[in-house]
């Protein structure tokens, strides 16, 4: 009989402690499942679509509502990555929430994820739904805190598959001309896999708006690559002639979003030879990149360049990074205005490591004021440079994305200065003076609730926590207390 009273008290206790969790992850605003990804009840297809406008180039310059448009956003690869896993999903609302915080609104990150773990292509026109799901929560996610996208549609890099990934999938079916990645450039069957993806990609519908990605205007860009670089052919004209075909291709598909190479801004054989002397070091011919001439596309909308002194200038003091870093950036702006004949040019990335010996806070300040300080004087003057896109940021808890570059802005108090100063000196630029002082009063604000909001979401997480532990300790304990 005290078995069976035992039994009855466990089961009990054991259903209380579910009872529990139940209540601190629904009633206690918690979801297990899409926490922070959810639009509101209220949310259709109408309000999601209708209501934003699309940003436009209009010369060398992007445009949003008839006025100027600045970018001052961030770099966050990771983002449809981390909203797979019901985990790590709170990871890209704690993301945006601390980049609007700064006024941070656009953010760059993969659309891609190619036979790697939680791949979106499984294999060549194959994709898991679950991915695809995640990548709707970030978009879903973003036009929520008012961010606009820049999203990647494949990888130089072996990272998320990458190149070598397509050129894999050919060889072993038994179509691929080469097992060289450059092959991907050039080979009939990996390009035709390529257009598979981007028709997927730009006419998927997004499961919680009903919205396809080429119709909604959460979506700032689509860029081809990250970083390509075809080094079989220094002449150039393999990859240029592979951005002319997919470039066209994206257009015949999607004509409302602004498109752009994703190259790190190199120049090559038929740049001039003022130019050629811009380039770092050894970093110019041997990589088949030719910047003014793969950015003269015509179906290119604008420019993108990457900067890394730390990577490209191996033995220079920080006086000759700022010198070089003022040279590139400029250099790269004027093209926007002369050798591209009027075409915006965005820093899609830029940055500074951490872990480079002597490295102090005060030096990478140091450079990104620089190049921030470029931007706005380009902008100030109706020029072509568009904007800069910091690489990276990431949320609170991510240490094994940090690449040496990773900033987290609570963490790094000067960054988080810097970074909204320039928000506000872009939004002055956009909006006036007095709108500007509106904004900064609502970053202001909107940082205030988000220490409070990551304060209280760490609250539910560890109240959850406990209760699963203490259901877990009470299934586990209290029938060999009771002899069960």
Request: with cysteine; net charge negative; hydrophobic share 40%.
């Amino acid at each position: 009989m005290a078995a069976c009273n035992g039994l009855f008290v466990y089961h009990i206790l054991g259903l209380a402690s579910l009872v529990a969790v139940f209540y601190f992850s629904l009633l206690g605003e918690v979801d297990l499942r899409f926490p922070g990804l959810l639009p509101s009840s209220g949310a259709s297809q109408h309000s999601h679509d209708a209501s934003l406008p699309f940003v436009e180039r209009r010369g060398a310059q992007l445009f949003l509502e008839g006025r100027p448009f600045y970018i001052n956003g961030w770099n966050s690869y990771w983002l449809m990555d981390q909203a797979v896993e019901p985990a790590s999903r709170h990871r890209v609302s704690d993301m945006f929430r601390a980049a609007t915080g700064m006024g941070l609104t656009v953010c760059r990150t993969w659309a891609f994820n190619d036979g790697a773990y939680n791949a979106l292509q499984l294999s060549p026109g194959h994709f898991d739904e679950r991915v695809f799901r995640a990548l709707d929560l970030v978009v879903v996610e973003a036009r929520r805190h008012g961010v606009r996208l820049v999203l990647s549609l494949a990888n130089n890099l072996e990272a998320y598959g990458g190149k070598t990934q397509y050129v894999r999938w050919a060889w072993d079916e038994g179509v691929g001309l080469t097992a060289s990645n450059d092959s991907f450039f050039f080979d009939p069957a990996i390009r035709d896999y390529f257009k598979v993806y981007l028709k997927a990609l730009l006419t998927r519908t997004n499961h919680l708006t009903g919205v396809q990605y080429k119709d909604d205007p959460t979506i700032l860009a689509w860029e081809l690559m990250n970083e390509p670089r075809c080094i079989s052919d220094p002449s150039g004209n393999t990859l240029q002639r592979w951005i002319e075909e997919m470039a066209g291709y994206v257009k015949s598909i999607d004509r409302r979003h602004l498109l752009t190479v994703g190259t790190e801004g190199f120049y090559g054989p038929t740049s001039p030879p003022e130019k050629l002397s811009v380039n770092p070091g050894h970093w110019f011919n041997n990589y088949g990149l030719d910047f003014i001439r793969n950015s003269k596309i015509s179906d290119i909308d604008f420019a993108s360049v990457h900067l890394y002194p730390d990577t490209w200038l191996l033995h220079a003091d920080l006086e000759e990074k700022l010198k070089f870093v003022t040279q590139w950036v400029s250099s790269h702006f004027e093209d926007g205005d002369t050798e591209l004949g009027g075409k915006p040019v965005v820093l899609t990335e830029f940055g500074l490591s951490h872990l480079v010996k002597g490295f102090e806070q005060s030096q990478r300040d140091a450079f990104y004021k620089s190049v921030y300080d470029i931007v706005h004087a380009s902008a100030k003057r109706g020029g072509a440079g568009a904007g800069a896109i910091v690489w990276q940021l990431a949320a609170e808890d991510m240490e094994e994305y940090h690449d040496g570059f990773a900033i987290v802005p609570s963490e790094t108090p000067s960054m988080q200065k810097l970074l909204t100063e320039q928000s506000c000196r872009l939004a002055a630029l956009r909006h006036g003076e007095e709108e500007a002082k509106r904004i900064l009063k609502e970053i202001d604000t909107k940082w205030t609730e988000g220490i409070h909001e990551r304060w209280r979401a760490r609250r539910r997480r560890r109240q959850i926590c406990l209760c699963i532990f203490l259901a877990v300790l009470l299934y586990s304990y209290v029938p060999l207390t009771f002899g069960v």
